[in-house]
């Protein structure tokens, strides 16, 4: 008998588990397609170089570890509002939007749902298929969820998106991903994020865009221009922002809460209530990974070299992707597969069950969440012909 005997053990996290399991796997031929982490062509995940840049920097200049406060880097702060409002968006002088440093762009997700608790939600709706730890995070903080239709068969489904969210209570909260959709690399294009602003407006919903593969897609400025339009339709939202992937800053825990509001009493007070939600959780945000951001895109050379690299591992995906769609189509004869030339991101889902998932994984090494998503950013190109060959063994 001891003071934990009335836990019941919990299996492991859906991807972590499956990246420890990679990793202890002994054997010669194995692949992983699991969690999302960017690999080059040699299977690394390196530092990249306009980060060490400014860690070198950071280290020379930095004279304390004192505390930062509740926003964290106010600098960071503010680059990331660049990013998601503009530089020149009226509200920003107005005293409309709120930006707060947080631990990764799960923190800045905890954060909002935790905002959204305090404004009465109830009820989180979030995409049907979504990353497993939205509705971990809504559930966790004591709220309901509620799936809305995205993706049927593989291809977005605009109607089923309006009809489920058509269902949805004033002050029920909704995550919509922006770029890039996890799992499915799926993204809502322009018109429909207006159309969901438009609905957002009209119904009351706390809607929340998840930010966590921004300049994947196409570019830093167009893969914006999505969410700009959603905000400009609602008036009113708030977004996730990570720095994870596209500054590859994964275990330094770099993202944005960031709020945009109609009136500047309504953001002011909200403010107050992220700071104490913060402060009852993290304490105060990490520094490390927010200072190397704002060192960065404070810098123009080092933003020029930031944004090539982010380009190449874009162009890296593009070219995977449509190397593995293209062997997948000819492994399968079914040109359906071609459409994953045309998603966005690291992610595609394939229309494989947890049991094919388990048995590619069990029997032939390649490792894949039982979602059937697949991970192309830490593929190598060599190996294409010979995971499309195992992958249509299961499709
Ligand atoms: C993923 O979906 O694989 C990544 O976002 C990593 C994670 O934390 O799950």
Same mark, same amino acid.
């Given at each position: 008998?001891?003071?934990?005997?009335?836990?019941?053990?919990?299996?492991?996290?859906?991807?972590?588990?499956?990246?420890?399991?990679?990793?202890?796997?002994?054997?010669? $031929?194995?692949?992983?397609?699991?969690?999302?982490?960017?690999?080059?062509?040699?299977?690394?995940?390196?530092?990249?170089?306009?980060?060490?840049?400014?860690?070198?920097?950071?280290?020379?200049?930095?004279?304390?570890?004192?505390?930062?406060?509740?926003?964290?880097?106010?600098?960071?702060?503010?680059?990331?509002?660049?990013?998601?409002?503009?530089?020149?968006?009226?509200?920003?002088?107005?005293?409309?939007?709120?930006?707060?440093?947080?631990?990764?762009?799960?923190?800045?997700?905890?954060?909002?749902?935790?905002?959204?608790?305090?404004?009465?939600?109830?009820?989180?709706?979030?995409?049907?298929?979504?990353?497993?730890?939205?509705?971990?995070?809504?559930?966790?903080?004591?709220?309901?969820?509620?799936?809305?239709?995205?993706?049927?068969?593989?291809?977005?489904?605009?109607?089923?998106?309006?009809?489920?969210?058509?269902?949805?209570?004033?002050?029920?909260?909704?995550?919509?991903?922006?770029?890039?959709?996890?799992?499915?690399?799926?993204?809502?294009?322009?018109?429909?994020?207006?159309?969901?602003?438009?609905?957002?407006?009209?119904?009351?919903?706390?809607?929340?865009?998840?930010?966590?593969?921004?300049?994947?897609?196409?570019?830093?400025?167009?893969?914006?221009?999505?969410?700009?339009?959603?905000?400009?339709?609602?008036?009113?939202?708030?977004?996730?922002?990570?720095?994870?992937?596209?500054?590859?800053?994964?275990?330094?825990?770099?993202?944005?809460?960031?709020?945009?509001?109609?009136?500047?009493?309504?953001?002011?007070?909200?403010?107050?209530?992220?700071?104490?939600?913060?402060?009852?959780?993290?304490?105060?945000?990490?520094?490390?990974?927010?200072?190397?951001?704002?060192?960065?895109?404070?810098?123009?050379?080092?933003?020029? $070299?930031? $944004?090539?690299?982010?380009?190449?591992?874009?162009?890296?995906?593009?070219?995977?992707?449509?190397?593995?769609?293209?062997?997948?189509?000819?492994?399968?004869?079914?040109?359906?597969?071609?459409?994953?030339?045309?998603?966005?991101?690291?992610?595609?889902?394939?229309?494989?069950?947890?049991?094919?998932?388990?048995?590619?994984? $069990?029997?032939?090494?390649?490792?894949?969440?039982?979602?059937?998503?697949?991970?192309?950013?830490?593929?190598?190109?060599?190996?294409?012909?010979?995971?499309?060959?195992?992958?249509?063994?299961?499709?």
């Amino acid at each position: 008998m001891s003071l934990y005997s009335g836990l019941s053990t919990l299996p492991p996290d859906a991807l972590l588990g499956l990246m420890v399991a990679y990793r202890e796997d002994k054997r010669d $031929e194995k692949f992983d397609l699991g969690v999302g982490v960017y690999k080059d062509e040699a299977g690394n995940t390196p530092i990249l170089s306009a980060v060490k840049k400014a860690e070198a920097r950071m280290l020379a200049a930095q004279d304390s570890k004192v505390y930062e406060g509740p926003r964290g880097n106010v600098d960071f702060c503010a680059h990331v509002e660049d990013f998601v409002f503009g530089a020149g968006h009226p509200a920003r002088a107005e005293g409309r939007t709120l930006s707060f440093t947080a631990p990764g762009g799960c923190g800045a997700l905890y954060a909002g749902v935790s905002l959204m608790r305090r404004m009465g939600t109830k009820k989180v709706w979030v995409s049907k298929p979504t990353w497993p730890n939205h509705p971990n995070v809504v559930k966790s903080l004591g709220l309901d969820v509620a799936e809305y239709d995205y993706a049927v068969g593989g291809t977005l489904s605009p109607t089923g998106i309006l009809e489920s969210l058509m269902q949805a209570e004033p002050g029920d909260g909704v995550i919509i991903q922006g770029p890039c959709h996890n799992p499915t690399g799926i993204d809502i294009p322009e018109r429909l994020w207006t159309a969901l602003g438009d609905l957002a407006k009209s119904k009351g919903l706390v809607v929340m865009v998840d930010v966590a593969y921004h300049g994947f897609a196409r570019s830093l400025g167009e893969d914006m221009a999505g969410v700009r339009a959603f905000l400009e339709a609602a008036g009113e939202g708030m977004v996730a922002y990570s720095c994870s992937k596209n500054f590859g800053l994964y275990r330094e825990r770099t993202g944005c809460f960031l709020a945009l509001g109609s009136t500047p009493e309504g953001i002011a007070a909200a403010t107050t209530h992220v700071a104490a939600i913060g402060r009852a959780s993290w304490s105060m945000p990490p520094a490390h990974g927010a200072g190397i951001v704002a060192t960065i895109l404070g810098d123009a050379e080092l933003r020029a $070299e930031w $944004e090539a690299e982010l380009s190449s591992m874009r162009n890296r995906m593009i070219a995977l992707r449509k190397a593995l769609s293209d062997a997948l189509v000819a492994e399968t004869g079914s040109n359906s597969l071609g459409e994953l030339a045309r998603q966005n991101g690291m992610f595609s889902q394939l229309p494989i069950t947890p049991e094919g998932a388990k048995k590619l994984r $069990e029997d032939l090494g390649l490792y894949m969440p039982a979602s059937g998503r697949i991970n192309i950013a830490g593929i190598n190109a060599n190996d294409i012909p010979r995971i499309a060959e195992i992958l249509a063994t299961a499709l």
